[in-house]
Protein backbone atom coordinates (compact mmCIF):
# COMPACT_ATOMS: atom_id res chain seq x y z
CA UNK A 1 0.00 0.00 0.00
CA UNK A 2 1.91 3.14 -1.25
CA UNK A 3 0.55 6.85 -2.24
CA UNK A 4 3.25 9.17 -3.39
CA UNK A 5 2.85 12.73 -4.17
CA UNK A 6 4.54 14.62 -7.29
CA UNK A 7 4.96 17.91 -8.68
CA UNK A 8 7.18 19.75 -6.38
CA UNK A 9 9.63 22.08 -7.15
CA UNK A 10 11.49 25.09 -6.74
CA UNK A 11 9.44 28.45 -8.25
CA UNK A 12 8.61 31.90 -7.70
CA UNK A 13 5.92 33.87 -5.27
CA UNK A 14 2.61 34.16 -7.70
CA UNK A 15 3.67 30.99 -9.65
CA UNK A 16 1.64 27.77 -9.82
CA UNK A 17 2.22 24.44 -9.48
CA UNK A 18 0.27 21.09 -9.86
CA UNK A 19 0.88 18.50 -7.59
CA UNK A 20 -0.45 14.87 -8.42
CA UNK A 21 -1.20 12.05 -5.85
CA UNK A 22 -1.19 8.55 -7.15
CA UNK A 23 -1.83 4.73 -5.35
CA UNK A 24 -1.01 1.27 -5.46
CA UNK A 25 -2.15 -1.55 -3.51
CA UNK A 26 -5.39 -0.09 -2.72
CA UNK A 27 -8.04 1.52 -4.82
CA UNK A 28 -7.59 5.40 -4.59
CA UNK A 29 -11.11 6.19 -5.12
CA UNK A 30 -13.13 4.40 -2.15
CA UNK A 31 -10.97 6.88 0.03
CA UNK A 32 -11.47 10.41 0.99
CA UNK A 33 -7.42 12.30 0.07
CA UNK A 34 -6.06 15.05 2.12
CA UNK A 35 -3.40 17.13 1.50
CA UNK A 36 -1.23 18.21 4.45
CA UNK A 37 2.20 20.10 4.69
CA UNK A 38 5.11 19.88 7.18
CA UNK A 39 7.50 23.45 7.10
CA UNK A 40 10.71 23.83 8.88
CA UNK A 41 9.94 24.65 12.10
CA UNK A 42 5.96 24.05 12.11
CA UNK A 43 3.34 21.32 12.68
CA UNK A 44 1.87 19.39 9.93
CA UNK A 45 -1.22 20.95 9.23
CA UNK A 46 -4.09 20.24 6.57
CA UNK A 47 -4.32 22.15 3.55
CA UNK A 48 -6.91 20.82 1.34
CA UNK A 49 -9.22 17.50 1.50
CA UNK A 50 -11.64 15.64 -0.96
CA UNK A 51 -14.40 13.23 -0.25
CA UNK A 52 -14.11 9.97 -2.41
CA UNK A 53 -16.08 10.70 -5.15
CA UNK A 54 -15.22 14.21 -5.22
CA UNK A 55 -18.30 15.88 -4.13
CA UNK A 56 -17.74 17.82 -1.37
CA UNK A 57 -13.98 20.02 -0.43
CA UNK A 58 -12.32 21.47 2.34
CA UNK A 59 -9.31 24.04 2.07
CA UNK A 60 -7.87 25.93 4.92
CA UNK A 61 -8.32 29.15 5.36
CA UNK A 62 -5.05 30.62 4.22
CA UNK A 63 -5.55 29.21 0.75
CA UNK A 64 -8.98 29.39 -0.18
CA UNK A 65 -9.15 30.84 -3.41
CA UNK A 66 -5.63 29.97 -4.33
CA UNK A 67 -5.68 26.15 -4.60
CA UNK A 68 -8.08 23.74 -5.84
CA UNK A 69 -8.62 20.09 -4.80
CA UNK A 70 -9.98 17.74 -8.01
CA UNK A 71 -9.75 14.04 -8.42
CA UNK A 72 -10.04 11.75 -11.61
CA UNK A 73 -11.20 8.61 -10.08
CA UNK A 74 -11.25 7.20 -14.17
CA UNK A 75 -7.03 7.45 -13.43
CA UNK A 76 -6.96 6.79 -9.57
CA UNK A 77 -5.61 10.01 -8.76
CA UNK A 78 -5.78 13.39 -7.35
CA UNK A 79 -4.61 16.53 -7.91
CA UNK A 80 -3.58 19.85 -6.30
CA UNK A 81 -3.69 23.00 -8.09
CA UNK A 82 -1.25 25.46 -6.31
CA UNK A 83 -1.59 29.10 -7.49
CA UNK A 84 -0.85 32.69 -6.56
CA UNK A 85 2.00 31.01 -4.57
CA UNK A 86 3.50 32.30 -1.41
CA UNK A 87 7.20 32.15 0.69
CA UNK A 88 4.48 30.97 3.46
CA UNK A 89 3.09 28.43 1.17
CA UNK A 90 7.11 26.41 1.62
CA UNK A 91 7.05 23.23 2.55
CA UNK A 92 7.04 18.88 1.96
CA UNK A 93 3.26 18.06 0.65
CA UNK A 94 1.89 14.57 1.29
CA UNK A 95 -1.35 13.46 0.26
CA UNK A 96 -3.02 11.02 2.51
CA UNK A 97 -5.66 8.35 2.47
CA UNK A 98 -8.76 7.95 4.64
CA UNK A 99 -11.54 5.64 4.81
CA UNK A 100 -14.30 8.23 5.86
CA UNK A 101 -15.26 11.14 3.96
CA UNK A 102 -15.89 13.16 6.97
CA UNK A 103 -12.33 12.97 7.49
CA UNK A 104 -12.59 16.07 5.09
CA UNK A 105 -13.83 18.34 7.54
CA UNK A 106 -11.74 19.79 10.23
CA UNK A 107 -9.24 16.97 9.38
CA UNK A 108 -6.55 15.73 11.63
CA UNK A 109 -3.71 13.83 10.78
CA UNK A 110 -4.49 10.69 13.17
CA UNK A 111 -7.76 9.82 10.77
CA UNK A 112 -5.64 9.51 7.57
CA UNK A 113 -4.76 6.01 7.36
CA UNK A 114 -2.44 5.79 4.33
CA UNK A 115 0.49 7.98 4.17
CA UNK A 116 2.93 8.62 1.30
CA UNK A 117 6.22 10.25 0.71
CA UNK A 118 6.16 13.94 -0.04
CA UNK A 119 7.13 16.40 -2.19
CA UNK A 120 9.10 19.25 -1.66
CA UNK A 121 7.34 22.89 -2.72
CA UNK A 122 9.72 26.09 -2.72
CA UNK A 123 8.47 29.19 -3.07
CA UNK A 124 11.43 31.62 -3.49
CA UNK A 125 12.32 34.93 -5.27
Known amino acids: V ?13 DSLRLSCAASGFVLSD ?19 ITHRGDNTWYKDSVKGRFTI ?6 EMVYLQMSSLKPEDTAVYYCAASYYDG ?3 DPEASEYTYWGQ ?8
Do not use: H
Not at 2 to 14: D, F, H, K, T
Not at 31 to 49: M, T
Not at 70 to 75: E, G, I, Y
Open 31 to 49: YAIGWFRLAPGKRREAVSC
Open 2 to 14: QLQASGGGLVQPG
Open 118 to 125: GTQVTVSS
Open 70 to 75: SRDNAK
Open 103 to 105: SIY
